[in-house]
């Protein structure tokens, strides 16, 4: 219970766009703050992006900044990921991931749910 559940991932095209998004299951996220991982073959887990419980405060990776945002509409339980301009070096797994408090976390060990994740392949 409380896991969140990832969709939006697939095979998509080197300068295209993909929307990922995030429903916790079983338990609203609306008071928590949420991020977005990714793990790459071969490659450690990294935070990618994450907000508080309202979307005041985000942060982005250095890698993805400009191009990939996080954000939440807590009417719908939901938390997204858009990926703009997107690179093949950004095909990995990405997971969703919820905090355990309503702030903005920046550590793994911050969060206390995470998601099955969902692939992401961009093609050159």
């Known amino acids: 219970q409380g896991k969140p559940v990832e969709s939006g991932g697939g095979l998509v095209k080197a300068g295209g766009p993909l929307r990922l998004s995030c429903v916790p299951s079983g338990r609203t996220c609306n008071s928590y703050g949420m991020g977005w991982f990714r793990q790459a073959p071969g490659k450690e887990r990294e935070l990618v992006a994450g907000?508080?419980?309202?979307?005041?405060?985000?942060s982005c990776a250095d890698p993805v900044k400009g191009r990939f945002t996080i954000s939440r509409d807590n009417a719908k339980n939901t938390v997204y990921l858009q990926m703009n301009s997107l690179i093949p070096e950004n095909t990995a797994v990405y997971y969703c991931a919820a905090g355990q408090s309503s702030n903005m976390h920046t550590t793994d060990n911050e969060y206390a749910y995470w998601g099955q994740g969902t692939q992401v392949t961009v093609s050159s």
């Open positions: 907000l508080n419980w309202s979307g005041g405060r985000t």
